[in-house]
């Protein structure tokens, strides 16, 4: 009986409605926000330091260098 | 240019000199023949990809005309699908791109292949192993979920396989004699080093329901981005300065493309689920990140375009440069219009319309299917040093170009006009109709193709097995025209 009725009744939701907002049509904004701010930000962070770390310590010099050599390398 | 040319002498690529002991010990010396584990990759990939379009044609043909080959059950539309993409992703994009790769490797580290016998024996145990998982799914025993059909233990197969090839690469890599890594060997190690997290967490039939599917899609995304994409990339980066004769354009810009690539791409997959029961924070993750693709795939249409500005002279000589012209105007395509499709509301539209499927062929023939083909190209002129016949690339460089159109257009706008259909309330069945001649060009473009590529076969085939004369062929060496200057 309760399957039954579980079969045909039209389903109550208790949630509130919700609205979508339109971050790139992305459902509700504070979702993508807070889903993101997690990895993002700290991923984000990191790498900045990464890089900034990277170009002082000269990782970037002569980057064109090997691009260049590459011609070079015979078949 | 900064240079101090790097040793360009053959010998520092045979396999004799300093390697670890270890590979030297059990090798064979049969096999141990230079370039010998390159070849098997690269020619079973050409094979493996005449099987794929030879089925997607007959898949083709079947979805207009249905009773062609019916009443036979291992040819089911239902079993020949999975055979396809099974054949098209492990087969011969898989094969073709690490047929490349062994190329890439030696020659960018300037080292000998950590083992060439093991290379070889892991392409034969490769094709061996996907003729068994395909035989499997023709006999009806499927996994049943995309991407992942090939039933155990040809699934575990593919894994351990490719951690044996990955080591043989990445070994070679890391015993290198040229210290800096060109942009391609990055591509190559993103492809390598990853790949048997994600197709393991894939295939193990572990996880249920909802969450089996963010997980199918977590591991096929990759499949597609960090495994076919890098390895089609690293090729174009490599051949395509060398078709010009000029280096790249920046590669400074391949290093941005490359992180975010790298950064981006893992979390793609939810966007095969976009309003699927899946939690709203994976669908709205992988949008941000799809959106976010634009910025790879933004720098390297700059990088390759940078590159190719003003090349219109070699382009109309040298065939193998106009095929990665297509591979990366294909893969510009593809990305774009991939990051479009992500869109919600435009996801609601497209995702079960045959949108998806032009994506699909654009990206894996368009991008896939002609970067392999400069390569082959590019080997057998400028490394093989023979002459190819100019008429009969010709024919297949148009058949390929024309059956891409033709096959992504039809597609296409059958798509469009399919979501439209839906989203005005009629029902799958009413659409039909609709679909038969869009079926049926779709079929003829794909049969163009597969005549192409047979073309392509024949003139490998009579290229690598006509007896080498001196001055034979040296006019067709000339009409290919090697190492040709930039024209501006
Ligand atoms: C002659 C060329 C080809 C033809 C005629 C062809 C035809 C087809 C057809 C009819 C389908 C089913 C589409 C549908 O459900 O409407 C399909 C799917 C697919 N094909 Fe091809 N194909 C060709 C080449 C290739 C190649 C070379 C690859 C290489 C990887 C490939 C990969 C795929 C994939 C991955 C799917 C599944 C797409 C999805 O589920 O979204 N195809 N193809
Ligand atoms: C920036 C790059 C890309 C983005 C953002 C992207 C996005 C997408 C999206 C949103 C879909 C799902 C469509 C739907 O089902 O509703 C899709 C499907 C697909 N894409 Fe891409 N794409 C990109 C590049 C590529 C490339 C380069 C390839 C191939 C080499 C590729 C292969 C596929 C395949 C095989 C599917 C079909 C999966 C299936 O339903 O069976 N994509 N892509």
């Not at chain 2, 064979?28 to 023949?33: C, G, K, Q, T, V």
């Not at chain 2, 060439?116 to 006999?139: D, K, P, Q, R, Y």
């Not at chain 2, 076919?228 to 010009?244: D, E, F």
């Not at chain 2, 080997?379 to 690339?393: D, I, N, P, Q, V």
């Amino acid at each position: 009986m309760m399957i039954f009725q579980l079969m045909t009744e039209p389903m109550k939701s208790m949630a509130e409605p919700m609205v979508h907002g339109s971050w790139f049509g992305v459902g509700d904004g504070t979702i993508v926000v807070w889903s993101l701010v997690g990895v993002i930000v700290p991923v984000g962070l990191v790498s900045i330091v990464a890089f900034i770390w990277a170009g002082k310590t000269g990782h970037f010099k002569n980057i064109q260098e090997i691009a260049d050599r590459q011609l070079d390398i015979e078949d | 240019m900064t240079t101090s040319p790097v040793s360009t002498s053959t010998s520092a690529l045979s396999p004799s000199d300093d390697r670890l002991n270890f590979p030297q010990t059990i090798a064979f010396p049969a096999l141990e023949r230079r370039d010998y584990a390159m070849q098997t990759w690269l020619f079973s990939g050409v094979f493996w990809m005449v099987v794929a379009a030879s089925i997607g044609v007959i898949e083709a043909v079947k979805l207009f005309h249905p009773e062609f080959l019916q009443g036979i059950p291992a040819l089911a539309y239902g079993r020949l699908r999975p055979v396809h993409v099974n054949i098209g992703i492990f087969g011969f994009m898989s094969m073709g791109y690490l047929g490349a790769a062994f190329y890439m490797v030696p020659r960018l580290t300037q080292t000998a292949l950590y083992s060439e016998t093991l290379g070889v024996l892991t392409a034969w145990a490769w094709n061996l192993n996907l003729t068994g998982g395909v035989l499997a799914i023709l006999m009806g025993f499927s996994k049943g979920k995309e991407y992942e059909e090939m039933p155990f233990p040809f699934d575990m197969m593919v894994g351990l396989l490719e951690i044996a090839i990955a080591g043989n690469l990445f070994s070679t890599i890391t015993v290198r004699k040229e210290p800096r890594l060109y942009v391609s060997l990055w591509y190559i190690l993103l492809a390598i080093i990853p790949f048997p997290i994600y197709y393991t967490l894939g295939n193990v039939m572990k996880f249920r329901g909802i969450e089996d599917a963010i997980v199918n899609w977590f591991y096929s995304h990759n499949l597609f981005g960090l495994w076919l994409t890098s390895l089609g990339l690293a090729t174009l980066y490599y051949i395509v300065p060398k078709q010009l004769n000029k280096p790249l354009y920046s590669h400074a810009i391949s290093f941005l493309g490359f992180w975010t690539l790298a950064a981006f791409y893992p979390w793609n997959g939810g966007h095969h689920v976009i309003w699927g029961p899946v939690p709203m924070w994976v669908m709205s993750a992988s949008v941000t990140a799809s959106i976010a693709m634009l910025i790879p795939t933004i720098a390297t249409m700059v990088n390759f375009g940078g590159t190719a500005l003003g090349t219109q002279g070699v382009m109309k000589r040298d065939i193998s440069y106009r095929f990665s012209i297509l591979a990366y105007l294909s893969y510009v395509g593809t990305s774009l219009w991939g990051s479009t499709l992500a869109i919600m509301d435009l996801n609601a539209k497209l995702h079960f319309t045959s949108t998806t499927i032009a994506h699909v062929h654009l990206g894996f023939v368009g991008f896939g299917l002609a970067g392999l083909v400069a390569f082959v190209y590019f080997y057998l002129e400028r490394s093989l040093k023979l002459g190819y016949s100019r008429t009969l690339a010709e024919w297949h460089f148009w058949l390929t170009t024309i059956g891409i159109i033709g096959y992504v257009t039809s597609m296409g706008w059958l798509g469009w006009l399919e979501g439209s259909e839906w989203a005005a309330g009629n029902s799958v069945q009413g659409v039909l109709e609709l679909r038969y001649w869009y079926n049926v060009a779709r079929a003829g473009s794909g049969g163009l193709l597969l005549i192409g590529q047979l073309i392509l076969v024949w003139n490998i085939w009579k290229t690598m097995t006509s007896p080498p004369s001196d001055g034979a062929g040296l006019d067709d060496l000339k009409s290919v025209s090697l190492n040709e200057g930039v024209v501006l």
